[in-house]
T-cell receptor, first 113, second 112 residues
């Protein structure tokens, strides 16, 4: 079945790099996503990667995809206290005309000053 | 920057009552979705909607649930007879291409 798993918690110091990991099960996923959720807010789309790519860089964010191992990671360079949030990994599964997202449990990133 | 909006932000209802959660997707988007997140659990897909009809629905989306796009701007989720286990945060999302899904801030539904 479709399943996405993440570690629950990551703590880093301000200025360090953060790496959040995710594994997924469905090899037919077309896109993989990272969303950010701050307290009391909705899900903010950070970045996504097409399944035939292995890396995507967007400013401080680097997404790495290992399709063979079904492993996705998000690296945040020079982590700031404003990056403290829950980060969700998601895979898209095609259903009819639309793609539904299957989310992981979310990783709480705590940035220490 | 355009964004998805949802009303109300918090809805409290009695078990067995009907609720309607409202969403205004981003203008010109064609694909619409509802997800929910029960406290402490994963965000779960409920239903997707395209071309004025349901494209896909999950097992959760039973006969108690319905969606509607009553006009050119609103997208609603109706729960006909709420149960305690329907208490959750409900998120609406919209997309122009079905690739990037943009989420609203959510409606917290509390069923007493």
């Amino acid at each position: 079945g479709e399943d996405v798993e993440q570690s629950l918690f990551l703590s880093v110091r301000e200025g360090d790099s953060s790496v959040i990991n995710c594994t997924y099960t469905d090899s037919s996923s077309t896109y993989l996503y990272w969303y950010k959720q701050e307290p009391g807010a909705g899900l903010q789309l950070l970045t996504y990667i097409f399944s035939n790519m292995d890396m995507k860089q967007d400013q401080r964010l680097t997404v790495l995809l290992n399709k063979k191992d079904k492993h996705l990671s998000l690296r945040i360079a020079d982590t700031q206290t404003g990056d403290s949030a829950i980060y969700f990994c998601a895979e898209s599964i095609r259903g009819g005309a639309t793609n539904k997202l299957i989310f992981g449990t979310g990783t709480l990133l705590a940035v220490q000053p | 920057e355009p964004e998805v909006t949802q009303t109300p932000s918090h809805q409290v209802t009695q078990m067995g009552q009907e609720v309607i959660l409202r969403c205004v997707p981003i203008s010109n988007h064609l694909y619409f979705y509802w997800y929910r997140q029960i406290l402490g659990q994963k965000v779960e897909f409920l239903v997707s909607f395209y071309n004025n009809e349901i494209s896909e629905k999950s097992e959760i989306f039973d006969d108690q649930f319905s969606v509607e796009r009553p006009d050119g701007s609103n997208f609603t989720l109706k729960i006909r007879s709420t149960k305690l286990e329907d208490s959750a945060m409900y998120f609406c999302a919209s997309s122009s291409t079905s690739v990037e899904q943009f989420f609203g801030p959510g409606t917290r539904l509390t069923v007493l």
